[in-house]
């Protein structure tokens, strides 16, 4: 009686086992989508971060190119601002030669003639004769003063200062900017001003 009633039980337990086996079975096979849908949404889970992530990198990359772009900026003011610098100091190299001889011919010109205008006024025959006898008497003056009048209509009292008139007109157009030079052509950068 024992042993028959274990094996009824045994029998029982298999058929519960049997029908919990073909719940399980009935369940896997009723419901097969749930692990698939699971799946799906596993894979797409990192889809949607990697989708999340991307749209967060645009704005990252946008701001990264826009402090790119700044710094580009920046550099591209500097290498203009120390371009400009190099051309204005050898312009103004380049004025420095011919300045000097423009100012060697004014000093010899000017010498010549106040040494002239000197001998001419000294001469006693000077008042005795007319002003145009007096110049014909004396042809070093006369020659040295239409040489004198003759380059101050040419400008040479413009080329003689040419470099510092460049310097001078640069500062007029530089002032806008918070900015001068020197007479060599160096710019020199004054602090920004503070607004209240």
């Not at 799946?39 to 990198?57: D, E, F, M």
């Not at 040419?154 to 200062?161: E, L």
């Not at 900017?177 to 209240?196: E, F």
Request: glycine share 8%; net charge positive; with cysteine.
């Amino acid at each position: 009686m024992n042993s028959l009633d274990q094996a009824e039980g045994e029998c029982s337990g298999t058929g519960r086992a049997r029908s919990c086996c073909s719940g399980v079975s009935a369940a896997a096979g009723s419901a097969p989508a749930r692990p698939e849908r699971a799946a799906s949404s596993l894979r797409s889970g990192p889809r949607r971060g990697a989708a999340l992530r991307g749209a967060k990198r645009p704005r990252e990359a946008s701001a990264a190119s826009a402090l790119r772009s700044r710094g580009r900026r920046s550099s591209s003011a500097q290498t203009d601002l120390k371009a400009f610098e190099r051309r204005l100091t050898e312009y103004i190299a380049c004025l420095q030669p011919a300045t000097g001889r423009w100012r060697m011919i004014l000093i010899v010109v000017s010498v010549c003639t106040a040494t002239g205008a000197w001998n001419w006024l000294i001469d006693p025959e000077t008042q005795k004769v007319s002003f145009l006898t007096s110049l014909w008497n004396h042809p070093f003056f006369t020659i040295s003063c239409i040489t004198l009048i003759g380059l101050f209509f040419a400008g040479i009292h413009k080329r003689v200062v040419a470099p510092s008139i460049i310097a001078a007109r640069c500062r007029t157009v530089l002032a806008e900017y918070n900015m001068s030079c020197d007479d060599t052509g160096k710019l020199i950068l004054k602090p920004r001003p503070h607004v209240q």
